[in-house]
Antibody, heavy 121, light 107 residues
C-alpha cells in the first residue's frame, strides 16, 4: 500500500540543525511532490514547503526561507527536510505528506506518521 | 499574508448535522480541501476540490462552496466524528495555507 514512513524522534539543542527523513513506498516516488507540514503541541497545521522529487525543485514558505532545505535521494525513494538554527519555538511534530494530484497544493491524501522534534537546552 | 478563517469550535448532538465554515478571499479561484485530525494521529483528507470525497470516506461527509466561503457538512454526526477539522487552500503565489482549525465536539 501507499505509505510514507518517517524517521524517529529527535532532541536538539538551540542553534543546532535537524534532518528528518520520509521514505515512500507503494508508488513511483518521482511522480508526486512532497510537502512538509508541522504542528506544535495544541496548535494548528503549518505548511513549510514542497519539493518535486523528480527535478529537485523546491518552494519554501516565507517564514522558513533561509532555514529550511528539502532534498531527496531517488535511489531509495526518500525525501529529507533539514531545519537549521533551531529554537524552542520549532518544537513540533513534523509531517511529510503527498498531494493527491499533480501539484503540491492539491489536497494531501497520504501522510507520514510524524516525527517529534524537541528543541531544549 | 493570506489567511483562512474557521470557527474555533462547533458542537452538535449525535445524529444532528454539523457545519464547519472556512472563509478566504482566494477561495472563489482556488480549490479547498478538508482534513480530519484525531488526537495523536496524522490528518486525514476527507474532502478535496471543494466537494469531492476520497474513497473510504463516509457519505455523511460533504463539502460545498459559495463565494469566499467553503463549508464542510457532516450529516448524522457520530461520536467517532469528534476531532479537529482543518481547511486548506493556496494563495495566488502558490503558498499553501491552512485554516486555524475547528474542534468538533459531539455532545
Amino acid at each position: 500500500q501507499v505509505q510514507l514512513v518517517q524517521s524517529g524522534a529527535e532532541v536538539k539543542k538551540p542553534g543546532a540543525s535537524v534532518k528528518v527523513s520520509c521514505k515512500a513506498s507503494g508508488y513511483t516516488f518521482t511522480s508526486y511532490d512532497i510537502n512538509w507540514v508541522r504542528q506544535a503541541t495544541g496548535q494548528g497545521l503549518e505548511w513549510m514547503g514542497w519539493m518535486n522529487p523528480n527535478s529537485g525543485n523546491t518552494g519554501y514558505a516565507q517564514k522558513f526561507q533561509g532555514r529550511v532545505t528539502m532534498t531527496r535521494n531517488t535511489s531509495i525513494s526518500t525525501a529529507y527536510m533539514e531545519l537549521s538554527s533551531l529554537r524552542s519555538e520549532d518544537t513540533a511534530v513534523y509531517y511529510c505528506a503527498r498531494p493527491g494530484g499533480i501539484a503540491y497544493y492539491y489536497g494531501m491524501d497520504v501522510w507520514g506518521q510524524g516525527t517529534t522534534v524537541t528543541v531544549s537546552s | 499574508s493570506y489567511e483562512l478563517t474557521q470557527p474555533p469550535s462547533v458542537s452538535v448532538s449525535p445524529g444532528q448535522t454539523a457545519r464547519i465554515t472556512c472563509s478566504g478571499d482566494a477561495l472563489p479561484k482556488q480549490y479547498a480541501y478538508w482534513y480530519q485530525q484525531k488526537p495523536g494521529q496524522a490528518p486525514v483528507l476527507v474532502i478535496y476540490k471543494d466537494s469531492e470525497r476520497p474513497s473510504g470516506i463516509p457519505e455523511r461527509f460533504s463539502g460545498s462552496s459559495s463565494g469566499t466561503t467553503v463549508t464542510l457538512t457532516i450529516s448524522g454526526v457520530q461520536a467517532e466524528d469528534e476531532a479537529d477539522y482543518y481547511c486548506q487552500s493556496a494563495d495566488s503565489s502558490g503558498t499553501v495555507v491552512f485554516g486555524g482549525g475547528t474542534k468538533l465536539t459531539v455532545l
